[in-house]
Structure formats: structure tokens, C-alpha cells
């Protein structure tokens, strides 16, 4: 609807020394000594205009992100650029010139907007494995700039889940999220997942997600007292968890009515 055009993303990503960066695109086009080039006008006719007739129409996420970072992009290369021309000794005449011209919007057709940049991570995740159910996930998050890692903010979460637990049974879930820590690849290493039981009054389970990749969980009773150990496996290729009792620890959770799917209310594995 934003009719987006930008500049190709692999003139932009490639590195500043590469014949085909952004950056080598920019000198090919440095018109050699023209009068023109003492005034704004004539940059923009022999310059600017000229590197414009390279913006294509949007395709991807990645040409939507490029867009959304076009004017921190264009300051980095002008930057650059405008140091190249002093250090080959360009006169201050044309420099002044070269400051008063189009030196932005050539990345772009039609700069965006700050309402324009993607800015939260929107995720509904559907859940297998001992745990089952759907959730909604949402993250704030940025790209510096191409080539660089997003910069992650607190991701949270809420839904409701179905944890089967080992000899318990299944037991139906509200679950909060809150991931404060994220690896290379964007997989949580810190935070917690609280899960509140729908069946059984006053009990909430919490898993710690750790930098070694591990989950941890806790029972608690109204109390607060703990009552049991949890861990959880995760395939994150196929999105599927894995509820099991911690070795060497039990379950203590008050009985439910009963059913010939919950014999027992306490668990222990050896």
C-alpha cells in the first residue's frame, strides 16, 4: 500500500570493499570534474538522481526491513562517502555544495515513517509433545543495521496449555511468559514460564529457562512452599516440549476427583 522502493538489499549488505557494495556503486557514479558539482543542483542531476534509478519495488521481509532502516543507512554511507572525497582532496566549495544536496532520500522512494518500522514480534505458537495448546508471544525488537544481530527486548506470552504430567495425568493450564535473555539465534536462555492450574486451587508451576539451554521447574503449593520438581525438553525445529518429573523427586499435589486417569497425586521416579 506504501508503493515501497528501496535500493537492492545486496548493494547495501555487501561489504564497503566489495566491487559491488553500495559504497563501490557510489564512486563508479562520482562524476570526474564537472562546474556543475559547485552547486546542489548539479550533484543532484550528476549524482543523486542517478543513484535513484536503482530503487526496485519491495519483495521480502528483508527489503521491508532495509526500507524501515533507509535513513540510518544513507547517513553510515554518506558519512563514508563524504570522508572519501576530503581525504582525495575535493575542494570546500563543492563540498558545501555536496552538503546541501539531496544527500538523503536516495535510499528510499518514500522515507518511512517511525509507525512504519517493524517493531514488535508477533508470534502464535501451537504447542506438542507432553505439552499441548496455543499461545500468543510478542517481543519489541530492532536491526541496528543490515549485517547486525536484532537487538531483542523482553519477549511475553500468555494462552492456556495442557501439561501432561507423568502419572498424574493431563492438567489444563493458564501459562504467562516473560524471556529476558536470548542466544544467537533468538532461542530464550532467560526468563520464566508460570503456569497456573485451572483444576487445582492456589498451585502454580515455574520454569526457569537457563544460558545452558535447560528448563527447570518448580511446584508450589498455596504456600509457597515447593512441592515438586519439573524439567522440560524442547525441540525447537518441530516446536514440541517435553514435561517429565526431575529424577529422584516427587510430586505432591492435592488429589483430584477420581478418575482411572489419576490414580495417584503423589509421583516419584527413581
Known amino acids: 500500500a506504501k508503493d515501497v522502493r528501496i535500493l537492492p538489499v545486496e548493494l547495501i549488505n555487501a561489504p564497503q570493499d566489495d566491487p559491488d557494495s553500495l559504497l563501490s556503486l557510489l564512486r563508479k557514479l562520482m562524476p570526474g570534474r564537472d562546474s556543475r558539482l559547485g552547486t546542489p543542483e548539479g550533484w543532484n542531476t550528476l549524482f543523486w538522481d542517478k543513484v535513484k534509478e536503482f530503487q526496485v519495488p519491495a519483495k521480502s521481509l528483508i527489503d521491508y526491513q532495509t526500507w524501515t532502516l533507509s535513513g540510518d543507512l544513507e547517513k553510515q554511507i554518506v558519512a563514508s562517502f563524504r ?3 576530503i581525504d582525495g582532496g575535493i575542494s570546500p566549495f563543492a563540498l558545501n555544495a555536496f552538503d546541501q544536496s539531496n544527500i538523503s532520500g536516495w535510499a528510499a522512494a518514500n522515507p518511512p515513517t517511525p509507525g512504519d518500522a517493524i517493531a514488535l514480534m508477533d508470534i502464535q505458537a501451537v504447542l506438542s509433545g507432553s505439552v499441548e495448546g496455543t499461545v500468543h508471544e510478542w517481543r519489541e525488537f530492532r536491526i541496528p543495521r543490515l549485517g547486525s544481530d536484532p537487538v531483542f527486548g523482553v519477549q511475553y506470552g500468555n494462552g492456556t496449555v495442557t501439561m501432561n ?11 504467562d511468559i516473560r524471556f529476558d535473555q536470548f542466544d544467537e539465534l533468538g532461542k530464550a536462555v532467560g526468563g520464566t514460564v508460570t503456569a497456573i492450574p485451572l483444576d487445582v486451587d492456589g498451585y ?21 512452599n515447593i512441592v515438586g520438581y519439573l524439567t522440560m525438553a524442547v525441540d525447537h525445529d518441530r516446536f514440541t516440549n517435553y514435561v517429565s518429573i526431575k529424577e529422584g ?4 499435589l492435592p488429589l483430584p476427583e477420581p478418575t482411572p486417569t489419576k490414580p495417584s497425586s503423589t509421583i516419584i521416579v527413581q
Not at 504430567?165 to 501459562?175: E, F, K, N, S
Not at 523427586?249 to 505432591?252: D, M, N, P, Q
Open 83 to 85: 570522508q572519501g572525497m
Open 204 to 224: 502454580r508451576v515455574v520454569f526457569t529457562y537457563k544460558p545452558d539451554g535447560s528448563k527447570e521447574g518448580q511446584v508450589f503449593d498455596p504456600n509457597g
Open 249 to 252: 523427586t516427587e510430586i505432591k
Open 165 to 175: 504430567l507423568p502419572g498424574y495425568g493431563p492438567m489444563d493450564a493458564a501459562v
